[in-house]
C-alpha cells in the first residue's frame, strides 16, 4: 500500500532539499539555461520542477511510471516507463534524473531510450545515485545502513549504482562521460561517538 500523498511529498522534499546546492551546481554545468527541451526522468512528486523551469527558462516534461506520485505534481506530466519513453528521437537535449538509476531497469535499455531520446549534442544529468557499498558506519550497526541497503535490493534497487552507472554509460553510447561525487557530511541521524557516510554520485554525459 503506498504512503498517503502528504508522505510522499514529504519524502520528495527531502530528498530535493538534501542535494539542492549540489543540483545547483551541477544544472549550471549543465549549461541548463542555454537548453531549450528538458526531461525530468522520474519526477515523482515533481518537487524538483520548479527549480528545472525557472533555469530553462522553458517548458520542462516530466516523466513518472507510478500515476499515485505523478498525479501529485503540476505542469506537463507524462505516465510512462523509461525502458519504452513515449518521445519521438532527439525530442530533448538535456535530460536530468535525480536519484532515478538506483531503481533503472533493465538499465542497459533505459540508458538507450535515454539516448534516443536526446538531440546531437544533449547531455544526461543523472545526479545522487548511491553506492551503499562504499558506505562507511562507526561503530558497526549504529545507523542500520546494512538493513537498509538490503530493503531497498529487496525493493528492486540496485544499491551499488554508483560504481556502475559511469561504464554503463559509455557502454551505451554516450560520450564525454564524467563523473563526481557530491560534497557529503557524516549523516545527521549519526549520535555521540558514531559515523555514518554514505556517498552520492554524479554523472554528466553528452549524446554527440
Known amino acids: 500500500m503506498s504512503p498517503p500523498a502528504e508522505k510522499l511529498r514529504e519524502i520528495y522534499r527531502r530528498q530535493d ?11 549550471r554545468r549543465a549549461r541548463i539555461a542555454d537548453r531549450h527541451s528538458v526531461l525530468d526522468l522520474g ?6 520542477l520548479p527549480e528545472l523551469r525557472r533555469r530553462a527558462g522553458w517548458p520542462v516534461v516530466a516523466l513518472d511510471r507510478d500515476l499515485s506520485v505523478l498525479r501529485l505534481a503540476e505542469g506537463a506530466r507524462v505516465l510512462g516507463r523509461a525502458e519504452r519513453l513515449p518521445f519521438a528521437d532527439g525530442a530533448f537535449d538535456l535530460a536530468f534524473a535525480q536519484m532515478f538509476f538506483l531503481w ?12 534516443r531520446v536526446l538531440s546531437p549534442g ?3 544529468l543523472a545526479a545522487a545515485e548511491p553506492d551503499y557499498g562504499g558506505a562507511v558506519e562507526h561503530p558497526g550497526g549504529c545507523g542500520g545502513i546494512e538493513k537498509l541497503a538490503a ?9 551499488r549504482i554508483g560504481r556502475k552507472l559511469g561504464a554503463a554509460l559509455a557502454t551505451a553510447g554516450f560520450e564525454s562521460v564524467e563523473c563526481g561525487t557530491h560534497p557529503a ?4 541521524s549519526a549520535g555521540p561517538g558514531q559515523f555514518l557516510f554514505l556517498p ?3 554523472f554528466l554525459a553528452a549524446r554527440l
Open 122 to 124: 544533449g547531455q544526461l
Open 185 to 188: 557530511r557524516p549523516l545527521e
Open 200 to 202: 552520492y554520485f554524479s
Open 104 to 115: 533503472a531497469r533493465p538499465l542497459d535499455a533505459v540508458l538507450a531510450e535515454v539516448r
Open 43 to 48: 519526477t515523482g512528486t515533481g518537487e524538483t
Open 17 to 27: 532539499a538534501w542535494f539542492a546546492a549540489e543540483r545547483s551546481r551541477l544544472l
Open 151 to 159: 530493503e531497498l535490493a529487496a525493493e528492486g534497487a540496485d544499491v
